[in-house]
């Protein structure tokens, strides 16, 4: 196998482990709790850690409930199609706080994302009218990172629209396969993992890894 040699300017990004995306959540991922341990010692080896929060306005554009429709049927928006989904991640609830075992101490950033009440954000850096920074590109440019490594829910939506732009923002991308769990929405996940090796993101498992600086824990 040949490995990943992680150096200290690699960044990981770590989307949307909170608590409505793990079990007994509002929009649970199956397994989405899974990834916690792995993120977490993931976590203790990048010298560039963001975290990203999906953190929506009541009454969001991407809630089924706001248009009277059954969750997970799809309608168009002002921006283009939109999946609804049940009400998540609504700003300031227990439903949008991380998970209770991220342990994520050097986390360096949050990005939340979604808050304007009438466009969705799957992606950590352009929202879903594919126009509005969050800002992060920036950030992580002036940080003077160039590879980022995804991990975390849901597979198919906010990482793979994380991992897609920030192709589009000029980095190298890999996503740590096994520390992600995906929601697989009529095939979303398979469609994910093509658009995403299209793209030239890179896929890896953590075993892949080598960590060539330690960092304390
Ligand atoms: C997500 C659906 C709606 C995600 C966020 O984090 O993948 N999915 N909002
Ligand atoms: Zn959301």
């Not at 990943?4 to 690699?10: L, W």
């Not at 709790?33 to 953190?55: E, K």
């Not at 995906?182 to 090796?197: K, N, Q, V």
């Amino acid at each position: 196998m040949t490995m990943i040699e992680i150096a200290p300017a690699d960044a990981l990004i770590v989307v949307d482990i909170q608590n409505d995306f793990c079990a007994g959540g509002a929009l649970a991922v199956p397994d989405g709790d899974a990834v916690v341990p792995l993120v977490n010692r993931l976590a203790r080896q990048f010298g560039v850690v963001v975290l990203t929060q999906d953190w929506h306005t009541p009454g969001h554009a991407s809630f089924a409930s706001t248009h009277g429709c059954a969750p997970f049927q799809a309608i168009n928006l002002s921006y283009g199609p939109q999946v609804l989904w049940p009400d998540h991640c609504v700003m300031g609830t227990s439903g949008a706080a991380f998970h209770p075992g991220l342990d994520v101490p050097s986390a360096q950033m949050i990005v939340r994302k979604g808050f304007h009440p009438a466009v969705d954000s799957y992606s950590a850096f352009v929202e879903a009218d594919h126009a509005t920074k969050t800002g992060l590109a920036g950030y992580l440019a002036e940080r003077a990172v160039e590879r980022l490594f995804v991990v975390g829910l849901a597979t198919d939506f906010c990482v793979n629209w994380t991992a897609l732009d920030g192709r589009v923002a000029g980095f190298d991308v890999t996503v740590i396969e096994d520390a992600c769990r995906g929601i697989d929405l009529d095939g979303s996940l398979e469609r994910a993992w093509r658009d995403m090796g299209t793209a030239g993101v890179r896929r890896c498992g953590s075993q892949e890894l080598a960590f060539v600086v330690s960092l304390p824990d």
